[in-house]
Structures are given as C-alpha cells and as structure tokens.
C-alpha cells in the first residue's frame, strides 16, 4: 500500500546542525596526580555521554586545547562519530593560558568559516575554559585573548564557561574572560559532574529550534560548582 | 485561471515530547478572483505563538485578497508597512485578549498571492518560497537566518521591515508556488547548494490534476511518516498548484504524462500511456482488479503492473478491501 505521496530519495540530505564546543584545559605541572586523573576521566565521561545521545552525536563537534608547558590542540572540532575516543592528558609545565585561548579562538574561526562554506548550520559556540592556577604565559597574549573573547560575548557569538579547580585558581583572570557570567569554582574535584551537566546542555542546545531561548540549568551548575 | 491549493502542518517530534502544540499554521483565500496563500511558524520562545502564527497567516490572506488591486501599483516600501501594520494590529488585538506581550506572539511570514496573471511573494524570517516554472523549481526567496541556526526574524522583530523580503511580478509560465517553514526546508532545500529538491515539481503537478482531499491526505502522511523524521521541528508546507485546464490529466503533454508515472520520456513509455489512460478511465469510480481486468480484456499480470505503477504514482487510490479509484480530478 502506498500511503506516501514522497519518497525518502525525493528528500534532500541536509547535515545536522553542529553545536562547536571548545574545552580549553589546564594541564600543567600543578594538575599533576589527582587532578590530571579526574580531568581524564571527566573528558572521557563527556565523550561517552555525547557518543550515546543520538542528537549529541551527530551535532556537538568538540576540540580541545591544553595548555601545559605550551599550548597544544589534542582534537580539532569534529563530531564524536568522527573522532569516537577521547584523548588523555598528562600534567606538565606552566600555565600559557592566553597562548591557548588564542589558538582555541582561531580553531574556532576556521571552523565557522569551514561551515559557511559548505551550507552547514551552526550553534553558538561554547568555549569551556578550566584552570587550576594563575597564567603565566605571554602576558601580551593574555591580553589579546581576553580582548577578542570578550568581543565575542559582547557580540553574542560565543558562551563561555571560566572554571576555577581548587584555591590556587587565578578566579580574577577567568572573570576578566567572562564579562557576562561569573566564574564558576569547582567543588573538590567534580570534573564527572560538571562534564554530565555539559553533555546534556549540549543535547539540549542541539534541538533547539529559531526563536528558542536556551535556557541553561542553573540549578543544575550547583551540583557540581559554587555560583 | 484557478489554483489549488493543498496545505499541511504536522507537530514536530521535539514538540510532540515536550508537549507544546504545532507552532506552524497555514492559511488560504480565493476572493473576488485573487487567491492568497500564507504560512507562518512561530518562535520555539514564545508561548502563545501557534496563536500569533494563526493571527499572522489570517490577518495577511483578508489583507491581500481584500486590497490586491490596490497593494500591486503602490511601492514597496509602503506595502511592506502596510503589511506589518495589518499584521501588528491583529497581534496588538490579540494580545489584549489573551493578556499576553507581542512577542510571545512572534512568527516568520511568508506568502504568495496571485490575481489575473500578477503575483505578489512575501517573505519574512526563515522557511524558503519556490516556484515551479516550466516544470522546474526555483527558489523565490531563500531563508533569513542570523549566524546561527536558532535565530531568526519574526514578525514581532524590530528589523522586520528591513529583511522582509517582498516580490511581484507576471506569472508567466510559473505553475506553482510552495511556500514552507524551517522544519520542512531541511527536506527540501538542500542548504550548500540553496536549491529546492526537484520532487516538489511532480508534488505541484499532482496537485494540479489529482482530487484536493485524496491529495491532502496524501501529502499529510507522507509529512507524519518521512519529512517529520528528518527534524525535531514542526513541518508545513503549502502548495499553489494552477488547475490543468480542459479535461485535466488527459489533456497533458506526454512528457509531463511520463513524468507523474515514473517513466522516462521516450517513444516506448508514450506508447505506452494509452494503458494507463484506459485504466484510469476505467477506474472513475472504485472498481475490483477482477472487475477491471474484464473490463479492459487484459491478459496475464499487465493490470498488476499498471496498477502498481499508478499507485506508486499516486494516481489511483488502493483501499485493503481490493478496491481500486482513479485519484485524479473530475473535470
């Protein structure tokens, strides 16, 4: 029986629409031990939470870039499907916070223009930026990546969240990154907690449709950081 | 000239869980010899913009079919006021009523009117309007998004009057026109490319031969069963199909013939259209295989063949009890 007037063949194949999601990680010397471990196994959490959400999957692209002795990209943005394992982090160096800002922001660009390019529409992005110290990089760098992230937010191109791991975290720097959302302190070393809220914050974004306020759960940040 | 129109509008699955109703609605006038035909899709954000959405599409179709003579010969600039004004004052009405700001009445607009050989086309926010012309479909005007793909431009927006996008112009050998939301774009405009899928050409000349409830019926399941997997959102869509003229479906070329059927244009598939004819002939009114078969003195399997080609073509309906009818207009 034909009940269907179309077929699936007479539809176009229009590719999702991505959701790009930067985690701009601290992995120097000081993160070594416990909190290398637990940042591991929260970005692995992450990677597993997205991999089984089928929206997740096929519309958040996530990249990552540490800085621990330099900056370094370890994923650049793609979704899970492409890029299935997450990578493991080991604790080493300094603090060039702004070296990586800097080259998370350019990844960013590129890839925005790689998806005007080919007609793929895209999200707001999310730039997730965590820090157990004080930044201790090209300080000209530092200020050039506050100067263009805060473009960005002022602009609302971009969301950014500025967390803070344990007393050292430098929580005035993370603040001068975030003109419109305070810095978050992680409690003790809730990586997991923190990775489940984004996964599903991710999701939620990622079906969202024109018109829709995203409306971030806050309720939910308190589980794991302190306001 | 006359036009029919077929319109659907399904929930979208992502609403469907979070049980907010279809934000899209779809409307059609033919009045004084102008037929007018709207969609509009409401803001995922505002509560009550199914509602808005509704008021929109209403608003714009008495509008223009009410001053169509009148909105062709002012310029631009002035219409599109016009329009905003007519639709503003609804919603502004609205809101009274339902105690509600204006925008959580916001919707995208768009709609196409068509009065003794002049159209207008009108576009604001997102969604895309098509037109068939010569048996090929084009984009009238392509969506408005912001840089990312939740954001739009609605009614309500303060930068309405500099995006809306407004056209007019002789019909020419333009067929048909579709207008449809964002949900259903992401089946049928392919976005790198920013052209819309050839199958809306066979679905405006459907429209234009077969029964309007049989294919109203028909472009809503297929809605409910493929476009709405494709997305979270509402789909809607609305179709302006000029009638055929004459004796409808058997007054077409044989090319276009070929082209409803499934069959490349060629000398054998011509030949061939004459079995087609005489089964949909046959098939006036609901009939059995057995029935047909002695009718048309066919041997072996060729009725099978026939009839499963015209069902897959949408030409005859096929009911579970083995009853059979032609799909195609009484002219």
């Not at chain 1, 590719?15 to 692995?44: A, F, K, Y």
């Not at chain 1, 430098?170 to 996964?199: C, H, I, V, Y």
């Not at chain 2, 006021?81 to 339902?98: F, H, P, Y």
Request: hydrophobic share 35%.
């Amino acid at each position: 029986m034909h009940n269907n007037v179309l077929n699936l063949e007479d539809l176009e194949n229009n590719p999702s629409s991505r959701v790009p999601v930067c985690l701009v990680l601290d992995t120097s010397g000081s993160m070594e031990n416990e909190p290398i471990d637990e940042l591991n196994e929260g970005v692995r959490l992450f990677y597993e939470a997205v991999r089984s959400d089928e929206t997740a999957l096929y519309s958040a692209e996530i990249s990552i870039v540490t800085f621990g002795g330099s900056a370094m990209r370890h994923a650049d943005f793609s979704t899970l499907e492409h890029q299935p394992e997450a990578p493991h982090f080991y604790a080493n160096g300094g603090t060039p916070m702004g070296e990586a800002m800097n080259m998370a922001l350019d990844l960013l660009e590129k890839r925005k223009n790689d998806y005007k390019a080919s007609g793929v529409d895209y999200y707001q992005p999310w730039i997730v930026l965590m820090t157990d110290g004080k930044p201790n990089g090209d300080s000209s760098e530092l200020s050039r990546s506050i100067q263009r992230t805060c473009e960005m937010i002022n602009d609302r191109k971009l969301t950014i969240f500025p967390i803070g791991i344990g007393e050292g975290a430098d929580m005035d720097t993370l603040a001068r990154f975030s003109p419109k959302r305070k810095p978050l302190k992680l409690q003790g070393l809730n990586f997991r907690e923190f990775f489940a809220w984004l996964s599903k914050s991710v999701s939620k974004v990622s079906q969202s449709t024109p018109g829709d306020k995203i409306q971030l759960d806050v309720e939910g940040i308190k589980d794991w950081a302190e306001l | 000239m006359g036009w029919t129109t077929i319109q659907c509008a399904v929930q979208g699955r992502g609403h469907l869980t979070s049980g907010t109703p279809c934000q899209d609605n779809t409307c059609s006038i033919v009045k004084d010899g102008c037929t007018v035909c709207a969609l509009a899709d409401g803001a995922g954000s505002a509560t009550l913009s199914h509602f808005g959405a509704k008021a929109a599409t209403q608003a714009v179709c008495s509008y223009i079919a009410e001053n169509f003579d009148l909105v062709i010969k002012k310029d631009g600039v002035t219409v599109k006021k016009e329009i905003l004004a007519t639709v503003g004052q609804r919603l502004e009405a609205l809101c009274s009523e339902k105690g509600c700001a204006i925008k959580d009445l916001a919707s995208t607009l768009l709609f196409v009117a068509e009065k003794s050989g002049t159209f207008i086309v009108c576009h604001i926010g997102d969604g895309v309007v098509g037109y068939v012309k010569e048996g090929k479909v084009l984009v009238a005007s392509h969506p408005e998004n912001g840089e990312f793909a939740n954001t739009t431009v609605f009614t309500t927006s303060s930068n309405a009057i500099t995006s809306m996008k407004l056209i007019k112009g002789k019909l020419n050998q333009i067929s048909g026109f579709v207008l449809m939301s964002d949900g259903t774009e992401a089946s049928f405009y392919n976005k790198r490319k920013r052209v819309l899928s050839p199958s809306l050409a066979r679905l405006v000349k459907l429209a234009s031969v077969c029964d309007a409830d049989y294919m109203s019926q028909k472009l809503n399941n297929s809605f409910e069963n493929l476009v709405k997997q494709q997305t979270s959102d509402d789909c809607s869509i609305v179709l302006m199909s000029q009638e055929a003229c004459g004796r409808g479906y058997a007054n077409l070329p044989a090319r276009d013939k070929c082209e409803l059927l499934g069959l490349a244009n060629t000398r054998i598939s011509r030949k061939r259209l004459r079995c087609f004819e005489d089964v949909l002939m046959a098939l006036k009114s609901w009939g059995t295989y057995r029935a047909t078969k002695r009718k048309l003195r066919l041997r072996g399997k060729k009725l099978d063949r026939i009839l499963e080609r015209l069902t897959r073509a949408s030409l005859v309906e096929a009911r579970e009890d083995g009853l059979y009818k032609s799909a195609l207009r009484a002219f």
